[in-house]
């Protein structure tokens, strides 16, 4: 091994070859579930460099087999699937691409950037905006997170509704090889049918078939004007029916769609009296709408008036308000923000990424509070998340009284497994945008579909035959895919 | 053989074993350059049917590998570079997805449609129309093409600028594997990432990978108002500088953004007198810009005089006309879908469907036209095409006087090569919008990076051990990639 390290060295320089001293920040998990333990923290300085790590190492595991060596690409460590922190036996090496953090170039004529992957998805956005553009992934993580992990976990956000997930708006990866050869695909087309996708393959594949070194990604015209509306609903259908309403009247002016059931924002009103949540208690759920016009303020509000009138109208909305200016928009969006946060004040509590059909999620809601009340008489359940894209955060908090580790502890297992069930019975996905990583890898060999992952198994040992990138990340080791 | 012949009339019935009389629908290809030799068409009625078939045939294969059968799968046979119709050996079944047409399911709060593989583009669009929502699918085959055929070859079309190609428009596919597994990946989600996306790989895979059976794709809410504008612009660099305000002032409302040479234009004018061409004759180029609103008529209006305003003063457009009404808006759309037809009444000519960013369109164009005039002296060219796509049709007429036919024959590979060096100098696609098939197979081994031709060969083996779907399509075999 220690040859291994040497060669490390040499090719990258000792002070990016770390096996010494607090590594947490590259061993912990954002969520802080596992510790691992990693051989060496290496940070290639660019791609090439990249390329011949993964070339030494792929050339020790030839020569010595039992070594067991395997390499995880890692971003910013925000992933909430374990997915790029190493596990516990030492032999794997964390493949920081946190120095590789250049905006290569921006194209504006062909509304381009391209970034290393290494790059802080919140540079990115500052990156478009100085010359003029929107970059429009926006998620919790940004200030953290990387353009890389971003793909490679195909990130999701509050912006998918329009603009869709970190996958729509990547038009070209650089992605080194578990061969350690360098894919140069780092096109600015909008229209290339030459072949396969490759690109689509390594998006969403969490580091498994291989390292994306940079990417080519689409940039929009910023908006003239951008508004928020708030407005209670009086029931999930209500919430769904005002969706359909919403896109008919401002087509891709809809940029944002928000629900938040009651419970979740009692929460935020709780922990963050500050914020002033427009509680409307009177309804089961709220509805947070942004619309972005390239006309004017005046013509976005017009039109965002024009909804609710017709909205209140039919009865698909209660009450609502509209932000006066930047700065209630942004509170509105805070409030938004701040139910993960509240509801970790509240204490620990079991969460789900869920997504089902749009015109499925009232029957799905109201079906899967029936179960989980029916197994666990009181149970919280914080229920919200990107309506537009079918997507909800379903969330349990413990009863009331019940000690919230016992009920983590005790209830995770039977939680999760009623509500995959009821997510597979609606044609739904037991990961909408935070990915498997190896949290729910024995989930995955559950719920998804033979031949899918018969086909999957096929392509991760066609393109990494050595099982060198992140091996029992997204797909489990054969033989050992049982439920907990 | 017969014995498998036998075995697929019990399958699917013996009138949908075709063996004899007049095959040319299904053997010879949609621009007449190949007809091929099938062992017979066999058109199953149903997805199982596909597996059986596809079973029957990996049976035979396995028992009789010296056999060399091989399965073709086709849709509406309007492909434009021999992808979907047999070699002339006599040992390919065309497997027709003809009779599976049904539009499954229309789910409007979902916005999707779920149709199988033979349905008609054309059908697709009309049943999404009277659900009351809009398919933007939308080429000059839809009277014809699949969308099976669609999604396997990733069409694209006239709306791609706004919503992408077909390969955009997908939300789940119905899949059978080259094994006669039928993958159930029909799902209406937004957002799913539970492993490697599948739908991408066998979207563009040109039916090398598996049999697209049945596919569920995006809806749109109808626009309000639809506006199209015919500008004369100075040059091809003003022409991009009118994309990028058009952008700016009109967001995701600017769904269509077409540039017509001048030469192309004279050609509708001479072929298609009745069509009144706005030649702007002292102008090199002209603009088709279509907006579509979703506020009001006299919203999208106002919108569109105030752009060619701004447009008119900053000089990047020259003269324009405003379409008064729907009769001539589809004008012209009619003009600009002519220049294919009026291109083909002139004589034989050489075809590019080629792509660069956006932002090299001026350069290259510039760069190419030298080199051909140089090696051709009055070589005529027709370029027009798909501006805000990066996407030309990039064609070569011959020279006056030159008799075409002797032009195609001598000329093309010379041709060829010079407009693909010069597309790949400028980091641009062979194929934009067409595909491989077996027509461009062999320039695809030349100018694909061999990085990705590597991976791109294990996925095939991988997914496809037996080389049984489609085989030498997309893929040259190894060892025969030289080039014309």
């Known amino acids: ?7 490390l060295i040499t090719l990258v320089g000792s002070s990016n070859v770390l096996t010494e001293g607090d590594l947490s920040a590259w061993e912990q998990d954002w969520r802080k579930r596992t510790h691992g333990k990693a051989l060496a923290v290496v940070r290639p300085g660019n791609t090439d460099e990249v390329a011949q790590v993964v070339r030494a190492c792929a050339r020790h595991l030839q020569q010595h087999p039992a070594c067991g060596i395997s390499i995880v690409p890692q971003g910013g460590n925000t992933g909430l699937v374990v997915g790029s922190t190493p596990d516990a036996s030492g032999r794997q090496i964390v493949l920081s691409l946190q120095r590789m953090n250049t905006v290569r170039a921006i194209d504006a004529a062909n509304l381009t950037i391209t970034a290393e992957a290494g790059c802080i998805l919140q540079r ?15 998620l919790a993580a940004e200030g953290s997170c990387t353009i890389g992990g971003n793909l490679g976990s195909n990130a999701g956000g509050t912006q998918v509704l329009r603009f869709g997930n970190a996958r729509e708006l990547c038009l070209g990866l650089e992605v080194v090889t578990p061969q350690g050869d360098i894919w140069q695909g780092l096109s600015g087309l909008r229209k290339d049918n ?5 690109r689509h393959l390594y998006v969403g594949s969490e580091g498994t078939l291989g390292i994306i070194t940079a990417a080519t990604m689409k940039l929009y015209p910023l908006p003239a004007a951008q508004t928020t509306a708030w ?3 009086p029931s999930m259908q209500a919430a769904v029916d005002l969706l359909g309403l919403a896109q008919r009247h401002l087509g891709a002016g809809l940029t944002g769609f928000e629900v938040m059931g009651r419970f979740a924002l009692s929460l935020v009103a709780r922990h963050f009296a500050n914020l002033h949540v427009p509680l409307f208690a009177d309804w089961p759920f709220c509805v947070l709408l942004e619309h972005s016009d390239h006309s004017s303020a005046s013509h976005a509000r017009a039109q965002f008036e024009q909804l609710l009138e017709v909205a209140l109208a039919q009865g698909c909305v209660s009450d609502a308000v509209l ?14 923000e701040s139910i993960s946060l509240a509801q970790a004040l509240e204490g620990p509590n079991i969460k789900h990424d869920i997504s089902v059909p749009i015109s499925s999620i009232p029957a799905f809601v109201q079906a899967t509070d029936a179960l989980l009340q029916q197994a666990i008489p009181g149970v919280r359940l914080v229920n919200f998340g990107h309506l537009g894209d079918g997507n909800l955060h379903y969330n349990a908090q ?9 009920f983590l502890r005790e209830q995770e297992p039977q939680v999760n497994r009623l509500v995959f069930d009821s997510v597979l019975q609606f044609g739904g996905s037991i990961s909408a945008e935070h990915g498997i990583g190896s949290l729910k890898v024995d989930h995955l060999a559950h719920y998804k579909s033979p031949v899918a992952l018969q086909a999957m198994r096929a392509i991760k040992a066609a393109l990494d035959p050595q099982n060198l990138l992140n091996p029992a990340r997204v797909l489990a080791p054969i033989g050992t895919s049982e439920l907990p």
């Open 398 to 406: 413990a009863p009331l009284g019940i000690d919230a580790a016992v």
């Open 231 to 233: 407005a209670a609903v």
């Open 1 to 7: 091994m220690q040859a291994l390290l040497n060669e």
């Open 194 to 198: 030459t072949g396969y996708d490759l």
């Open 124 to 138: 990115v956005q500052e990156s478009a905006l100085a010359a003029g553009f929107l970059f429009p992934l926006s």
């Open 323 to 336: 932000a006066e200016n930047l700065a209630q928009s942004k509170t509105l969006w805070q409030i938004r």
